[in-house]
Every structure is written in structure tokens, then in C-alpha cells.
């Protein structure tokens, strides 16, 4: 049994005999417990863990299972995780005049959770730029479109043709005949 926290000092809580996988597959409980003795007794024990499928940093209380708060086990069941990635967490014990510790040591360890993939995003970004461009390629073959919008060549020509005639007949119309 090696206590891990400052040597030569019972004024911090320190831990001893942790149990944190290192490893865990997807849907698996990961169970961590730590033996923390203190004097004073320990106030409360606070287990702060990422979740890498949100990237949600959670923190909770652990429980004290064994013992008593001076010498005893507290132990938390991180929730099963659904896809593969890695836990980053730390643990925190306070004791009843206000100081800490931290474990691991450098304040932050590791979980593995090995296992399934997440799935992948559907990328519907590229299927909203695909359906605009479709939508504004048929408006504008619509709008340009002779026929459709706008007359044909033939149906311009003809409406000249019909303006020219209509012209011609209002001058000769309008010219008085000649007398001779």
C-alpha cells in the first residue's frame, strides 16, 4: 500500500489502493473506486470525467461504500458509453477544514473505451447545396427559355410581320386616292 499525496502529512486526505481501469468496452460500466484516509474526515469526493461523445465535462459526487469517513472506499459507476474514445478524468478529495487532493497526481488520467464507432454525420450541408443549385439551374432554364417566357424567333418574326402589315394598311388608309 502506497499512499499517493504529499509525503509526511496526514493534514491532506490521501489515496491509497485506487481502482480505475485503464481500459473499458462500449456499453460497460466502468466502476472506479478509491481508499482515501484523512485527518480530518473527509467531506466530500468528487469524480469529474469527460464524456467523448459530447465532449460534456460531468462532475459527481462518489459514495462512501466502506469504512468511515476518516478511512474508507468511495466508489461511482460512470454510466456505459455507446461508442469508442477516451475518458479524461480526475478526482478531488476535500476535507472537513477545506483542503484537497487530487488524483491522479498531475490531475488528470485516462479511460480508453474501446469498441464501436460513432456514426458518421449525414452531410446534409452538401444535399441543401445540391437541391439550390437544381432548383436555381430549372428557374433559370425556365425563365430563359423561348417559348415558355418569352416568344420563339418565329413568333417575333410573325409579330412584325403583322405590325408591318397593319402599317401599310393604315397608310394606304390614310392616302386619298388619286384623281386624274
Do not use: C
Not at 480505475?20 to 468528487?46: F, H, K, R, W, Y
Amino acid at each position: 500500500m502506497i499512499p499517493i499525496g504529499l509525503p509526511n502529512s496526514m493534514a491532506l486526505p490521501v489515496f491509497y489502493d485506487v481502482n480505475i481501469p485503464g481500459s473499458a468496452d462500449t456499453g460497460q460500466l466502468i466502476n472506479i473506486t478509491v481508499n482515501i484516509t484523512s485527518t480530518p474526515e473527509v467531506d466530500e469526493v468528487i469524480l469529474r470525467y469527460s464524456n467523448p461523445a459530447t465532449g460534456q465535462v460531468i462532475f459527481d459526487i462518489m459514495v462512501l461504500t466502506a469504512g468511515n469517513i476518516s478511512n474508507g472506499t468511495w466508489s461511482f459507476e460512470v454510466p456505459a458509453l455507446p461508442y469508442e474514445g477516451s475518458i479524461e478524468y480526475g478526482i478531488t478529495a476535500k476535507d472537513f477544514n477545506g483542503t484537497s487532493a487530487q488524483y491522479p497526481p498531475g490531475g488528470t488520467g485516462t479511460i480508453q473505451i474501446t469498441g464501436e464507432k460513432p456514426p458518421k454525420e449525414f452531410p446534409w450541408n452538401l444535399v441543401i447545396i445540391v437541391v439550390f443549385l437544381a432548383v436555381a439551374m430549372i428557374a433559370t432554364e425556365l425563365i430563359f427559355k423561348p417559348g415558355f417566357y418569352r416568344p420563339t424567333g418565329r413568333q417575333r418574326a410573325k409579330a412584325l410581320e403583322e405590325e408591318d402589315r397593319k402599317k401599310e394598311q393604315e397608310e394606304s388608309e390614310e392616302e386619298p386616292p388619286n384623281t386624274i
